[in-house]
């Protein structure tokens, strides 16, 4: 396969037929090199006998533009075999196999065209054959580089590279002139061939996202350790400059600034652009070939690129100027480069981080517990000196989530671009500006970094919610949940133990007069502990059933018993099921009538619902005033004594509300009394006092 390192016009040569063997008087003998002749009448076709012997290898380089002809060439032996087509003699690989002396045919490419035409023969089977020499560079200055014109019936160039003064793999750069006409559009090609006839064993072309024409390209190409090359260039008969340069860029490069990997979040590596096209060289180096690498540039207008080669020079990231994830190689030639038609900004940051060594994830990460519901809020700041923050998720395959990014700045500095990587080192998460979706994977790190437009500075907030939950590999399940018993009138802390619990989990009591919910104030990191509370300050005593909701599924556990107050003097508390005991709506316990101005309803609390005829020492009651005129209060007090002013329930008009209320006993009654207006009065028992 031909190693093609730029071309900007498709060199389209047809293989033809080869022409009849012309005698010897019919045909010119030329040497080596550069010839140029005539074509004075149409479809004439002139023969060009060669100096070079059997065995040889030659390339046959026409022009593909500019002034003169554009003519085609192929070659026959002294017995009119064909040996070559004008594609081989292109590509510097025509092997001349039959009888000496050979002749090359030159025609017109155009049968009815005529006038001066250029054809420049080269021999590639040898080491020195009167092309230049292409010298490796540095990356730390312009050396090695070389400079070739075109115009004035000059349109091709070959040069040579020793058999012991390359690489294993070398980086070209290839610059030319655009015509300052646009209609004189530009066109070359360069090719590379060893002296046996052979192209390199791979070549690359980089190019640079969005740019149709380059008149600054890279190409990477490995080499055979002890071959020499030639490098032809073919261009046309017209005013251009080339300029070609070599760089090592395996672990012997020369120019490059040695660092090793950081940790993740480290202060970048600094550097300045230079001009346009510019290149800087960066060499990282890792403990161990099974480190995985994240290399990311940063700059000021998003222009700067990479090319990331290991340490045998081969490609470990093609050239693009975002974050790469790398692995195979102890050691790596990051190339940067600004190229053509991108802003260049004065200074770059380059992040080289080691985000994963064969044992896992890297151990500056912490370890997330659970990613049932998925991880954060995370707020803080990333500058030059904290330039990133990780974690390492329990994911598995098919989780999906939403990673939301607020800057929380106040200089309009976005907020860092989140990444969520595999075992692969493949980045999952996609999108732009506030919101990226991200696939989780089997342990996913999660990694924020700053943004290559940010200036070096993000305050920011960032939750990754899973959108598919639960996410991780539990499922959900509850276990117990304690205490078994609370204290009425106070604010109660619950424990639900289980899996994949999470702040929208909630814990419901039910069985008094109202249910009750708790709310969930904290879950562990491994989403298996939650810690609710539950306001029982107006929850008569008794026993409620638990209930934990989550994920829309309800489960069953157990029951909580509410206590009352303690309160000396009164003896041992009994709970009892709360039952109720006085309705005035429908007469239960007492008359039916609502409970008028400064009125008083009477109710027999000994002696009924599990409440003994004898030795109770004071009830709990669940009072609940509803349905009231006017505002007023209600006061419960032991029967046979007297009402203090002291109030259990302060109502206004219209509103029902309920209290927990400890009345003495004095006969085996209470009382009830309203301030104002009229009202409804219900009472439940929820347990006694007994000496």
Request: aromatic share 4%; charged share 15%; with cysteine.
């Amino acid at each position: 396969m031909t190693c093609l390192l730029a071309v900007l016009a498709a060199l389209v040569l047809p293989m033809g037929t080869a022409h009849a063997a012309p005698v010897a008087q019919d045909c010119v003998a030329v040497a080596e090199g550069r010839h140029s002749g005539q074509i004075t009448a149409a479809g004439q076709t002139h023969c060009l006998e060669l100096p070079s012997p059997q065995g040889a290898r030659i390339a046959a380089l026409t022009s593909l533009g500019g002034a003169g002809l554009t003519v085609q060439v192929e070659v026959v032996d002294k017995n009119g075999a064909a040996q070559c087509t004008a594609a081989a003699l292109a590509k510097g690989g025509c092997t001349l196999t039959g009888t000496a002396p050979f002749r090359a045919l030159v025609h017109a490419g155009d049968t009815s065209a005529t006038g001066t035409y250029g054809v420049h023969f080269v021999r590639t089977d040898l080491a020195q054959n009167g092309c230049q020499v292409l010298p490796s560079g540095s990356f730390d200055d312009d050396s090695g580089t070389v400079r070739l014109e075109t115009g004035g019936g000059v349109f091709s160039h070959c040069l040579s590279i020793p058999a012991g003064a390359h690489s294993a793999s070398e980086l070209l750069r290839i610059r030319y002139d655009f015509p300052d006409d646009p209609g004189a559009f530009p066109s070359y090609a360069i090719r590379i061939v060893d002296t046996d006839g052979n192209e390199p064993p791979s070549c690359y072309a980089h190019p640079a996202p969005g740019q149709q024409i380059r008149t600054d390209g890279l190409t990477s190409c490995s080499f055979t350790a002890g071959k020499a090359y030639t490098v032809l260039l073919q261009g046309q008969d017209a005013p251009r400059t080339h300029t070609l340069d070599r760089r090592d860029v395996t672990a012997t490069a020369r120019g490059c600034e040695t660092s090793a990997a950081t940790a993740i979040g480290a202060p970048a590596l600094r550097g300045t652009s230079g001009q346009v096209g510019t290149l800087r060289c960066h060499r990282i180096t890792t403990d161990a070939a099974t480190d995985r690498l994240n290399v990311n540039p940063r700059d000021a207008h998003d222009g700067l690129h990479v090319l990331v080669m290991d340490d045998k020079g081969g490609i470990a990231c093609l050239q693009r100027n975002w974050a790469c994830s790398i692995t195979g190689s102890t050691g790596y030639q990051v190339v940067t480069q600004v190229p053509q038609n991108y802003d260049v900004a004065a200074s770059y940051r380059l992040d080289a981080w080691r985000i994963a060594t064969a044992a896992g994830p890297a151990p500056e990460c912490p370890r997330v517990g659970s990613v049932a519901y998925g991880y954060g809020p995370l707020t803080g700041t990333l500058d030059e000196q904290r330039t990133g923050v990780c974690a390492v998720l329990p994911s598995v395959p098919g989780d999906r989530f939403r990673a939301d990014i607020t800057s929380t700045g106040t200089d309009g500095s976005p907020g860092p671009e989140p990444a969520l990587y595999d075992k692969a080192g493949r980045n999952l998460c996609t999108g732009s500006s506030s919101t990226y979706d991200c696939q989780g994977s089997d342990q996913s790190l999660f990694v924020l970094s700053l943004q290559e437009l940010g200036g070096g500075h993000s305050a920011y907030r960032a939750n990754l919610v899973c959108t598919s939950a639960p996410c991780g590999s539990e499922e959900v399940s509850v276990g117990t949940v304690t205490p078994g018993t609370a204290q009425s009138g106070t604010v109660a802390t619950l424990t639900v133990q289980g899996t994949a619990l999470g702040m929208n989990t909630t814990v419901r009591l039910t069985g008094g007069p109202a249910p009750l919910t708790a709310t969930t104030v904290s879950v562990s990191d491994d989403a298996r502990t939650l810690k609710a509370t539950v306001d029982l300050r107006t929850a008569p005593a008794g026993n409620w059933n638990i209930s934990v909701v989550a994920l829309g599924s309800e489960y069953a556990r157990g029951t909580l018993t509410v206590t009352p107050p303690p309160l000396s003097g009164l003896g041992t508390y009994k709970p009892i099921t709360p039952t109720r005991l006085m309705d005035t709506r429908e007469g239960l316990g007492v008359p039916k009538a609502k409970v008028g101005q400064g009125g008083t309803a009477t109710l027999q609390v000994t002696g009924t619902a599990g409440v003994p005829a004898t030795g109770v020492t004071a009830v709990v009651l669940n009072v609940t005033a509803t349905g009231p005129s006017d505002a007023s209060y209600v006061s419960v007090y032991p029967n046979g004594r007297t009402r203090t002013s002291a109030s259990n329930l302060n109502v206004t008009a219209g509103q029902t509300i309920p209290n927990l209320v400890i009345v003495p006993v004095v006969n085996g009654k209470v009382s009830f009394y309203n301030n104002a207006g009229t009202v409804d009065l219900i009472a439940d028992i929820a347990g006694f006092y007994t000496s």
